[in-house]
T-cell receptor, first 111, second 114 residues
Framework: RKEVEQDPGPFNVPEGATVAFNCTYS??????FFWYRQDCRKEPKLLMS???SGNEDGRFTAQLNRASQYISLLIRDSKLSDSATYLC????????????FGAGTQVVVTP | DVKVTQSSRYLVKRTGEKVFLECVQD?????MFWYRQDPGLGLRLIYF???????EKGDIPEGYSVSREKKERFSLILESASTNQTSMYLC?????????????FGPGTRLTVL
């Protein structure tokens, strides 16, 4: 079983719509959570950290559900430039900075 | 801005060749990482280093070795390349080994082993 699992998609989203997707993690000891964004043929880049209380960054909202061991990302008012693969990333407290990556959820925003 | 560079964007090698992938970061980061990325599997950690001359195995170290002689440079070595090592290789660095620290990635090297 993978430590971090994501729906690969693609999620096809009309421009201006809202899209949301989840990621589940298997290690209940996980302490830090992130969403990274990876554009086609590019390197991953940090999109946002995910805090216990949930957090928002512009049109992006991230939530953490520790009881059910999943995190979510919601994108409002989708733009064409939001088309990318979104990587769910989890870090264990004793893992010396090691990150566990999900395989990614592809989002395609269409005009 | 943090900059992580990798020596090649594309590389084609033959089975059995020794392959060197170089990574350099310019922000005095303590930690450096080598990952490979394959479709459907995501990024998997090969090796990481938290200090000069220090290295730790990641999740899939078999068939690879690393070298970190200088703080800014972290090399990945394939002693005898095999076709199952065809992949995208990504180098990353982070300032500290904190669980909340951001990792910055290089542009990747797409390696094909024939």
């Amino acid at each position: 079983r993978k430590e971090v699992e994501q729906d690969p998609g693609p999620f096809n989203v009309p421009e201006g719509a809202t899209v949301a997707f989840n990621c589940t993690y298997s290690n209940s000891a996980s302490q830090s959570f992130f969403w990274y964004r990876q554009d086609c043929r590019k390197e991953p880049k940090l999109l946002m950290s995910v805090y216990s209380s949930g957090n928002e960054d512009g049109r992006f909202t991230a939530q953490l559900n520790r009881a059910s061991q999943y995190i979510s990302l919601l994108i409002r008012d989708s733009k064409l430039s939001d088309s990318a693969t979104y990587l769910c990333v989890v870090n264990d407290i004793d893992s010396w900075g090691k990150l566990q990556f999900g395989a990614g959820t592809q989002v395609v925003v269409t005009p | 801005d943090v900059k992580v560079t990798q020596s090649s964007r594309y590389l084609v090698k033959r089975t059995g060749e020794k392959v060197f992938l170089e990574c350099v970061q310019d922000m005095d980061h303590e930690n450096m990482f080598w990952y490979r990325q394959d479709p459907g599997l995501g990024l998997r950690l090969i090796y990481f280093s938290y200090d000069v001359k220090m290295k730790e195995k990641g999740d899939i170290p078999e068939g690879y070795s690393v070298s970190r002689e200088k703080k800014e440079r972290f090399s990945l070595i394939l002693e005898s390349a095999s076709t199952n090592q065809t992949s995208m290789y990504l180098c990353a660095s982070s300032l500290y080994a904190s669980s909340t620290d951001t990792q910055y990635f290089g542009p990747g090297t797409r390696l094909t082993v024939l």
